[in-house]
Structure formats: C-alpha cells, structure tokens
C-alpha cells in the first residue's frame, strides 16, 4: 500500500515535471514562431510600405510635369524659344518649384535646348552626360507618338498622356527616377504638326532625402539608399530594379519587429512570472511528496501494529499466521519440510504474580528477544498472546534440523532471565511439527503443534516433545477435561467436599476431619481428585480451586462442633509470597480460629527448601495453624528439613499402612516413624488404615492418630455432622 503511495507522488512529480518542461518548450517554440511570423509580417509591410512610397513619389513627377507641359504657352513660347519665360514658367520653375534635380527639355530634332540642374540653369553641354542613359526613353516615346499621330494633321489629342519613365544610373553614377513627356498645347488654339513636339525631361535623383522622405511618411526607420548593401543582421534591404529588371541600388532600413520588441521589453517579468510558477509547483510538490511520506509513515505504522506484538515488536498471531501460509506455499512448490515450533513458558504465572505485571512484560520482552535470536533470517518469531510463542521454520531440511532448534529453545529458557533484579528461573516446553504434508492445511498444522505441546507440558515441561497422531486423542480428552473443570470451577458447578473423620486412638472420638474435594461431572461421573487436582495444578487453575476448597472447607467447620478441619495444599499455592496473608483473610471471613484448621503439604514443597516457603510455613505456625507432612515416608524428606521448617504432624502414607503385618521390614520403617515423630514431639497419624489388625499394630508402635476407610469413609458434611451428633451422644451415655 505504502508502495503505491511513494509512487504515486513520484509519478506526479515527474509528470508535472515533464508537463511543465513541454509546456515551456512548447510555448517557448510557439512564442518563437508568433513572434517571427509578427516580425515578418511587419517586415513585408514596410517593405510595400517603401515600394509605395517610392511610386508616390515617382508618379507625382509626371503629375508635376503635366501642371505646365501640357498648356499653349508653353508651347508657344518653346517655338519662340523665349528664355526668360521658360525659365520662370517651366524649366527652371518646375525644377525649383517640385525640387526636380535635373530638367532638360529637347526640341523636335531631340537637340536640347534647355538644360537645369537644382533650379538653376546649368551649362549647355550638361546634357550630355545624361544622354546615354535618356536617350532609349526619348527614341521610345518618339516612337510611341510618332505611331500614336501617324497620318494626322495635328497629333495633340493621340499623344496626350504618353510618357516614359525609368530608373537609371546616370553618367555620373548617380540613380535617379527620369520622366519624359512630350509640351502640349492644352487648347485646339495651338495647332501642333505630329514631329515637331518638344520633350520636357525631369530627372529625379533617388538619394536619401527620397529614403527619409519615404521612411517619414510610412514611419519606416533608419532608411537609408545605397548603392550596394546586403540584408542580415539588423538591417533590411529591398532593391530597386529598373523596368528591365535591373538593380540599380538598395532602400535598407532597420526594421521594426514589434514582437521581438515587445519580447524584449515584457522578457524580465515574464521570467519572473515563469520562475515563480516555477517555484509554486515546486512547493506544492514538495507538499505532495512530503504529505504522502507522512501518509506513508502512518500507513506502515499503522500497517505495523496490526500484524506485530505491541510488547515485543515481534509478529503478532494474524502476521503468524500470514507467514505460515507463505511457508505451506513455499513447501507446496520447492518440496521442502516445515516446521512449526509451539513454546509455552512453564512458570511465567509465578513471575507475574510475585514480581508484578512489568516484570512479567519485561520476561516477555527478553524471551522474544532469545527467541529471536535463535532463528534464521526467513523464519518467524511471534507472540500468539501471553506466555505463548511459535516459530515457522521456512526450510527445516531434515527433522534432526527441526528438533534441533526446539532443543536450543528449550536450553535457551533453561538459563535463568534477569528480571527487575532477581533472577527468575521460567523454562519453557516446545511443542513442534515437521511436515511435507502438501495437502496439510495451517489450521491442521497448529492444532498438532499445540497437542504436541500439551504432550511436552504433560511429561514435564522443560521439554520438547515432536507431533504423534496417538497423542492426539488422549490430549483431547485432557483439553475437554480442563475446559469442564474451568466451567465447573467458574460456576462452582460439581464441585464439592467431602470430610474424612480423624480418631484418636484408644477412643472412639473423632478429633477432626481431613477436608478432600470430589468433582461430580455431568458425563464421566465422579473424577478422582488425582486426576483433576494434577490438571488444575497444570493449567494454572489451582491458586483458584485451592481457595475454594479452603474457603469452603473453614466455612464448614466455624460452623461445626469439628474440632479441627485438615486442608490439603498444593505446593504451587505456596509460589504466591501473599498465600499465608490469603489464608487468615479466609480465617477472618468465616470466623474460625487458627488452631483449628491444620494445613497439609507434601514432601516435595520442604525438598524445595526455598526461603520464602519457609517463611510462608513460620507466618502460618505463628498464628496458631498446625502443619501436617502428607504421605511422609515416600519422599526424600530428611531430619534436618523437619527441623528447620517446624511440622507439627506427620501423616504416614497409606502405602505403608496397606503393608503392616505383611512386610516385617515395612513394621519397622513405620515404627522408627513413630519414634521420630515422638522424638520431635510432632503428632502421628497412619493413613488408610483398614483392617483391625493393622490398627492393633499401630497401636502397638504408638501411633496418636488413625485415618481410614476401617473408621470412616469421607463423608458428605452433613453425614459428617450426624457422626459427629451421634458420638457426642455415646460419649455422653458413656460419660
Ligand atoms: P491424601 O491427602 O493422602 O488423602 C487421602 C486419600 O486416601 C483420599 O483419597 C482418601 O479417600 C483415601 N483414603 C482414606 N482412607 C483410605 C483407606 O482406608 N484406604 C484407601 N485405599 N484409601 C483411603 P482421595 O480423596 O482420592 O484423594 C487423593 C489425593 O488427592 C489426596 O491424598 C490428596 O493428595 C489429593 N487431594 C484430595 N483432595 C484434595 C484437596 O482438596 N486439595 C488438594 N490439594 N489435594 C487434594
Ligand atoms: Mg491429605
Ligand atoms: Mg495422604
């Protein structure tokens, strides 16, 4: 998920990163193109804008011309060859007054008769430089008028409005624009025979007063005539070509190209406006890019809890199960074996209940720490919830690899953890599978991983024990078993106790009573204390049922006329350091004196020789409470733990009891008993006793008190208190 995420912000990035280079590019190259298409534009018009220019200002040459060229006067004064008006009504005042440069005028044998340059009359032989380059123009025009008039009496009307004109380069390099036109009468009162007109030549020089003239009234700037120039660089050039097609020089000028200009002169905040775009995109993809990695963090965060164990940031059970998925895959197609390995702690519940809940975390931390540590690369460690952990073994090769590893884990738990400064001895059981099951599916695979480790837990703990189908049934019937009696305890439904009278011996008084509890279950029936009390003690239910029976069992007796009531007490409800605080709390609740309840443990708490069991031993025997030794004789008890913990009982085991009269070796160990017991002023009881004879011999070896099925039978309570009313009465008779 977070994958597509850090694309998708590249994706955009680059996206309006190329978006925006072709966008720039494209608008660049488009700019470009507009403005060089503007610019031409604007070129080819000055360059009409100069041609028509120059046409107005050749054009009005003839126009000048005809203001006195055509009018009788000027014809009839050209016949008289009348200098004086000649030169004040038309060579030197057409000259003067239209600024022709040069006038010439020609009689009818194309001789001149009047040359003008600049206004002024100039030397009879200036014609002839000219001539040359006139002359074709002239010969034309005759020729023109000449057909014009052929065969009439007066040519006037035919040639009217007949002219030559051209650009040419004249005798002296100069380019000038020559009109030629014939002097006409303007009215029928001068007749005018077909040969005999005179020609009027305006010879205008094209210099740069015509190119500033043109370039003021067409506002074309810096123009310029030249004889030679070549376009390029800042300059234009546009020919000037005679009617034949010749180039006779070059208007240039420096042309106006508006949009490069305007280029130009908006370049700065264009720029500006493009680097700020620029810069916004930018942010705001840095935005983008920053969010989606924020977006990111939280998704893999997010993603993170849910498939990992808060407490050890390992896997967690649906990431557990995830991986397991992927090794079954893995298997399916490389044909390798699997293993899962199923670990319980053995005594964690101990760690938490006397080192408090943060140790028991801290534990937890450590143990997923050794876990891990263990493992290879590919496979996985997770906390399946409390104490419980597993590992999936990607590539267990041979099982021996397998088992291996659940040993290491083992011995790895054997080795103490140093918890809130103590050292907290846990150990761990390992339940594990190897497979190359194809058809195996993972619900399958963890259910015989935790049979398996039911099997380790049940011969042991500390120990690893492989998957076997046959355990499968009797496990299942044991996990049955602790589901009912976690109901049964929870309802406190079938649970119930009965009471074993206790005699004194040479009397027939019931001196008290040992407390035994009795499970009724709706479908096995009766289920033996052996059975249920070591499951209880298994699964961590015996702290609780232990209550129960304590609770009940004081309750009874505070109100009887019992004078005392014998628990049996589990040597795991001696791990809870508070458990003599919980005992006077059930004394205090149902009002019954300590020295009326006795306490029975087993050798093998005293083999334990732990300093808080003995100083839970010393706080309950301080308050008056006795302490009996339970089937004393099969364990390994020795003097000195006697000694050190202060019993006040000792109960021989009915195993002896069965074997008086029988073994003669047995009469002996049970007599030296009775010695010891005696010698260290703590009271004897004989367990199961059964026949008079063996009560005779328990007699005989003194013995203080006898329990059995020979006396009494456990008894429901209120059979209990009818026994009890019945010899009250007979010790009374009898008294
Ligand atoms: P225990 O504490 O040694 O209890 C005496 C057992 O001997 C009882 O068996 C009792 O019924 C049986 N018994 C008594 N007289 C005779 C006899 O003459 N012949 C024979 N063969 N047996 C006799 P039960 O009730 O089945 O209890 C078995 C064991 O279960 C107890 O041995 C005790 O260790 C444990 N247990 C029973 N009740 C409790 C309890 O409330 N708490 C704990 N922690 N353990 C209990
Ligand atoms: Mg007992
Ligand atoms: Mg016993």
């Known amino acids: 998920m977070s994958r597509t995420n850090a694309s998708l912000s590249k994706q955009i990035t680059y996206l309006s990163l190329a978006f925006g280079i072709v966008l720039t590019i494209g608008l660049g190259c488009f700019g470009w193109w507009a403005a060089s298409r503007i610019d031409d534009r604007s070129t080819q018009r000055e360059t009409r804008a100069i041609s028509r220019g120059l046409k107005e200002i050749v054009d009005r040459v003839s126009v000048d011309q005809e203001t006195s060229t055509v009018w009788d006067e000027s014809v009839i004064n050209l016949r008289i060859n009348n200098e004086a008006w000649l030169a004040e009504n038309l060579a030197e005042w057409i ?34 430089e000219d001539k040359p380059v006139v002359d074709p123009l002239v010969e034309a025009l005759r020729a023109d008028m000449a057909s014009a008039s052929a065969g009439l009496a007066d040519s006037t009307s035919a040639i009217t409005g007949l002219g030559k004109q051209d650009f040419v380069t004249l005798g002296d390099g100069v380019t000038a624009f020559v009109s030629v036109r014939p002097v006409l009468p303007s009215s029928d009162a001068v007749p005018q025979a077909p040969g005999t007109e005179f020609l009027f030549i305006s010879v205008l020089e094209v210099d740069q007063s015509i190119a500033d003239q043109i370039g003021m009234v067409h506002d074309v700037s810096g123009m310029r005539f030249e004889e030679d120039a070549e376009a390029g660089g800042e300059r234009m050039a546009s020919p000037l070509l005679n009617a034949k097609g010749r180039i006779l020089g070059f208007f240039t000028w420096t042309p106006n190209r508006p949009a490069s200009q305007l280029i130009r002169e908006t370049a700065f905040p264009v720029a500006l406006g493009v680097i700020f775009v620029a810069l916004a995109v930018a942010l705001l993809l840095r935005r983008l890019a920053r969010t989606s990695k924020i977006l990111e963090e939280t998704k893999a965060e997010a993603s993170f809890l849910a498939f990992h164990d808060p407490l050890t940031g390992i896997p967690n059970r649906a990431l557990f199960e995830d991986r397991l998925d992927q090794a079954l895959a893995n298997m399916r197609r490389t044909g390798t074996k699997i293993a ?104 399958e695979l963890m259910r015989q991983a935790d049979i398996a480790l039911y099997g380790a837990k049940d011969s042991g703990r500390g120990r690893y024990q492989m998957f076997v189908g046959e355990l499968d049934e009797a496990v299942r019937e044991r996990r049955a078993l602790e589901a009912d009696l976690r109901a049964a305890l929870a309802e406190e439904k079938g649970l119930s106790l009965v009471y074993q009278p206790i005699y004194q011996i040479h009397s027939t008084g019931i001196v008290g009573a040992e407390a035994l509890v009795r499970w009724d279950h709706p479908v096995h029936g009766r289920v033996s204390p052996v059975a249920f009390i070591g499951l209880a003690e298994e699964r961590g239910m015996i702290e609780q049922l232990g209550l129960w029976i304590l609770r009940k069992a004081c309750t009874f007796a505070a109100a009887s006329t019992l004078p005392w009531v014998a628990v049996n007490v589990s040597p795991l409800q001696f791990r809870d350091e508070h458990f003599a605080q919980k005992v ?152």
Do not use: W
């Open 95 to 128: 000259s003067e007054y239209f600024g022709h440069d040069r006038v010439y005028i020609l009689d009818p044998a194309n001789r001149p008769i009047r040359s003008v340059h600049d206004g002024a009359l100039a030397e009879p032989g200036a014609y002839e």
């Open 340 to 443: 899962l390995h199923f670990i319980d702690l053995d005594r964690f519940k101990h760690v938490n209940d006397t080192l408090g809940h943060p140790a028991g975390d801290e534990l937890i931390r450590q143990a997923a720490k050794r876990l891990s540590a263990m493992v290879d690369e590919v496979d996985t460690v997770a906390r399946l919830g409390g104490d419980e952990f597993a590992i999936v073994q990607f590539d267990a090769g041979e099982e021996a690899r397998a088992m291996e590893l659940s040993q290491k884990v083992v011995d790895a738990f054997a080795t103490p953890f140093d918890i809130a400064g103590s050292q907290a001895n846990i150990g761990a059981s390992v339940g594990l599978i190897v497979t190359s099951d194809t058809q195996v599916r993972a619900e």
């Open 584 to 735: 006077f709390s059930v004394l205090e609740l149902t009002g019954l004196a300590p020295k009326r309840l006795e306490i029975e443990i087993t050798e093998g708490l005293l083999l334990q020789n732990s300093p808080q069991i003995q100083s839970t031993l010393r706080l309950l025997r301080a308050r008056g409470i006795r302490i009996a030794l339970d089937d004393f004789g099969t364990g390994y008890s020795s003097i000195s733990y006697l000694r050190n913990h202060g019993i006040d009982k000792l109960k021989i085991d009915q195993s002896f009891t069965a074997q008086l009269g029988v073994d003669g070796e047995i009469g002996s160990i049970v007599q030296s008993i009775v010695d010891l017991g005696r010698a260290m002023r703590m009271i004897v009881t004989a367990e199961g006793v059964e026949t008079p004879a063996q009560r005779k011999i328990l007699e005989a070896i003194g013995c203080h008190q006898l329990q059995g099925y020979m006396l009494a039978k456990p008894q429901p309570p209120e059979e209990l208190l009818a026994l009890l009313q019945s010899h009250r009465q007979t010790m009374a008779a009898a008294g």
